[in-house]
């Protein structure tokens, strides 16, 4: 039968291909746009990202403006130094990619020589904490959380990250609706269940659950847990 040619020649040759890095699937230039564009009347004023990324083994967090040559990194962190300061398993779970945002809150703070004056959350809560500017003095160092292409569900690992940095003493702009713990149905949040995540209680209670159900599978998923002599009841951070 007769199939209509679509793809002709007019068509290849007025086609205009996309960004290379929207073609790669890397970044969101609808998303970017928004998270670089800066008031005209704050003149040369950097508009500073959040930017949060996740891959198998490791989690990055850096603080960054745009030029137009390319991004400049202000401060990064990696969940592979958390070993450095105790946590030696589980670098990609909530509960490190909150210590994460947290080592660069204050590794930022530090540089900037504002450690002193904004020190963060005293109690870690999981409850919503916001932080507030001195009346005298530099204000607090605000930024924009920058997702990437990541699905923002409630209680994905990257609000954890956001979470670190907000409770380090970073001013960033967020609700509680992406946190473990808040309920879309009865539009309530319980603090209680994201200080569990935190802490990695999640995981030591899916670890007793499996334990119970398949030792086998359980020797197999937590083999670095058990090598470094973590169990259930002392896997809080």
Avoid: W
């Avoid at 962190?77 to 589980?90: D, N």
């Avoid at 292409?149 to 209680?155: F, H, S």
């Amino acid at each position: 039968g007769f199939v209509k040619v679509v793809k002709n020649k007019q068509y290849f040759k007025r086609y205009q291909v996309k960004f290379k890095r929207r073609r790669e699937g890397k970044t969101d230039y609808f998303a970017r746009k928004r998270l670089t564009i800066q008031d005209k009347n704050k003149y040369n004023t950097p508009k500073y990202r959040l930017i949060v990324r996740l891959s198998n083994k490791d989690i990055t967090c850096q603080v960054a403006y745009s030029r137009i040559e390319g991004d400049r990194i202000v401060c990064a962190a990696y969940s592979h130094e958390l070993p450095k300061y105790g946590v030696k398993v589980g670098l990609t779970n909530y509960a490190s990619a909150y210590c994460t945002g947290l080592l660069l809150a204050r590794r930022l703070l530090k540089k900037l020589g504002l450690d002193t004056l904004y020190a963060g959350t005293k109690e870690v809560t999981g409850d919503e904490y916001n932080v507030e500017g001195l009346d005298e003095g530099p204000g607090a160092f605000r930024c924009y959380l920058d997702t990437g292409l990541m699905r923002t569900t409630t209680g994905a690992r990257v609000f954890g990250a956001m979470k670190g940095a907000v409770d380090g003493g970073l001013n960033i702009p967020h609700s509680t609706k992406r946190f473990p713990g808040y309920n879309s149905e009865s539009k309530s949040f319980n603090a209680d269940v994201h200080r569990q995540h935190i802490f990695g209680q999640h995981v030591a209670n899916y670890m007793r659950t499996l334990e119970e159900e398949d030792d086998e599978a359980f020797k197999g998923q937590f083999s670095q847990y058990i090598k470094n002599g973590i169990t259930a009841d002392n896997v809080s951070i």
